[in-house]
């Protein structure tokens, strides 16, 4: 009888979970207890960019759609790859559709169009929950894609793809680039060095947050902070979902990532 393995991708969340640098960590607490109402209950009050969650398009788009107005069938859910680039990049450095077409061929794997692309960046292992959590690392210094990149998931038309670091666009063409300084000067000596270009120029005002401003208006959204079981389906074909809260006006959502393996 054929069963279904499920693969939770999701990073755990709870108060010490740093959120986005600059938005409100969660709060949690009781405001029932057994001892006195017989019954326990809690209330949370957390930003949506905390833990592993969705980008929605209404984060970056005023009349964007809503999370609840995602369909699950087709969208949230479908068939993708899971690709390892971890070998391939490191600290402030670059992806492009090459690095995952060639980690897709060495594994026989085929990037097709409408897929999920999961990117393991192997950065999850700096993530606040893990043995070598450290929040700078996670959140300033992780690899990212540059505007090829942008264009070749509009090509091939991608529902949305998830990352498993603090955003899918590279930390220094995001806001982190005014929060911390010193580290955006480091980012600036390796693209000098290793791309021929300083930070401003490879990125520019036209390209600020491509993955969000450029790819929203087509409904190419993604999901940030992966984790959990990703290192058991690296370089894998399978079926993907991210199940965010069916949240009417919400302009982002905290989820659950799953991959889901048919066993004969």
């Not at 959140?139 to 670091?165: N, S, T």
């Not at 965010?244 to 905290?254: C, K, N």
Request: charged share 25%.
């Amino acid at each position: 009888m054929a069963g279904i393995k499920v693969y939770d991708l999701t990073q755990k969340i709870g108060i010490t979970t740093p959120p986005w640098p600059g938005y409100e960590p969660m709060k949690l607490w009781y405001f029932k207890r057994m001892m006195l109402q017989k019954v326990n209950g809690q209330i949370v009050q957390t930003s949506m960019h905390n833990g592993t969650h969705l980008d929605g398009q209404r984060h970056f788009m005023t009349g964007g759609r809503d999370i609840a107005s995602l369909p699950l069938d087709g969208y949230l859910f479908h068939e993708g790859v899971i690709l390892d680039i971890s070998k391939e990049v490191g600290d402030f450095d670059i992806y492009t559709p090459e690095t995952l077409l060639k980690v897709a061929k060495e594994n026989n794997l085929e990037i097709k169009k409408g897929d999920i692309i999961i990117i393991n960046t192997g950065y999850h292992k700096y993530a606040w929950d893990q043995p070598e959590a450290n929040e700078n690392k996670y959140y300033y210094f992780h690899p990212g894609p540059d505007q090829r990149f942008a264009d070749w998931l509009k090509e091939m038309e991608i529902k949305w793809i998830g990352v498993d670091c603090g955003s899918a666009d590279h930390p220094m063409n995001t806001i982190l680039r005014e929060y911390r300084p010193e580290f955006a000067a480091m980012a600036d000596k390796h693209f000098r060095e290793k791309y021929g270009k300083p930070l401003d120029e490879y990125f520019d005002d036209k390209t600020y947050q491509l993955m969000h401003i450029d790819l929203f208006p087509h409904l190419i959204l993604h999901a940030e902070n992966l984790g959990g079981d990703i290192d058991k389906v690296l370089n894998r074909r399978m079926y993907i979902g991210i199940f965010p809260w069916r949240l009417v006006d919400g302009e982002s959502s905290i989820a659950r990532v799953a991959a889901f393996e048919i066993e004969e």
